[in-house]
């Protein structure tokens, strides 16, 4: 028998999720995250570092958006297009909550160690659509010759 190689791209992946808006939940949205990275390819410190990226918005999306509200839910959507993985966190955020976190997040001169940890592991983009924030992660696929 001949040995298998991994010739195929990764696997097609549309998976939606809601995270409660509570501390005791807000990890899920990383280790949900390492396991959708490894299922489309990704190696294990890659997957990691996707990881750490969804973790560190999403704990920022519960802190600061929803203001300690735990009544409110933080929808993670994963899809892969031809050569990327999207992630998107959308929330409605807290009425008494003033500034976006995305505004807070991508501010100049703010010195926030999770800034730089989710920048360089995937693009970030922020955004509002009809009513509800968003937050969207974007990183390529690994290639076949991975």
């Not at 929330?91 to 100049?108: I, K, L, Q």
């Not at 940890?117 to 696929?141: H, I, M, P, S, Y």
């Given at each position: 028998m001949?040995?298998?190689?991994?010739?195929?791209?990764?696997?097609?992946?549309?998976?939606?999720?809601?995270?409660?808006?509570?501390?005791?939940?807000?990890?899920?949205?990383g280790?949900?995250?390492?396991?959708?990275?490894?299922?489309?390819?990704?190696?294990?410190?890659?997957?990691?570092?996707?990881?750490?990226?969804?973790?560190?918005?999403?704990?920022?999306?519960?802190?600061?958006?929803?203001?300690?509200?735990?009544?409110?839910?933080?929808?993670i959507?994963?899809?892969?297009?031809?050569?990327?993985?999207?992630?998107?966190?959308?929330?409605?955020?807290?009425?008494?909550?003033?500034?976006?976190?995305?505004?807070?997040?991508?501010?100049?001169?703010?010195?926030?160690?999770a800034?730089?940890?989710?920048?360089?592991?995937?693009?970030?983009?922020?955004?509002?659509?009809?009513?509800?924030?968003?937050?969207?992660?974007?990183?390529?696929?690994?290639?076949?010759?991975?």
């Open positions: 001949s040995r298998r190689h991994r010739c195929s791209p990764p696997p097609a992946l549309a998976l939606n999720v809601t995270i409660p808006s509570d501390d005791r939940f807000v990890d899920l949205a280790i949900l995250t390492v396991r959708v990275a490894k299922f489309v390819g990704f190696g294990e410190d890659e997957a990691e570092r996707l990881g750490t990226a969804v973790d560190r918005v999403a704990a920022g999306v519960v802190e600061h958006a929803f203001a300690g509200d735990r009544c409110r839910s933080l929808d959507s994963y899809w892969t297009t031809e050569h990327d993985i999207e992630i998107d966190l959308r929330y409605r955020r807290a009425a008494r909550h003033v500034d976006a976190v995305g505004r807070r997040f991508a501010a100049a001169g703010l010195d926030l160690p800034t730089d940890v989710v920048r360089q592991a995937v693009k970030v983009e922020f955004g509002c659509d009809n009513g509800v924030d968003f937050c969207r992660l974007t990183r390529a696929l690994p290639s076949e010759a991975s």
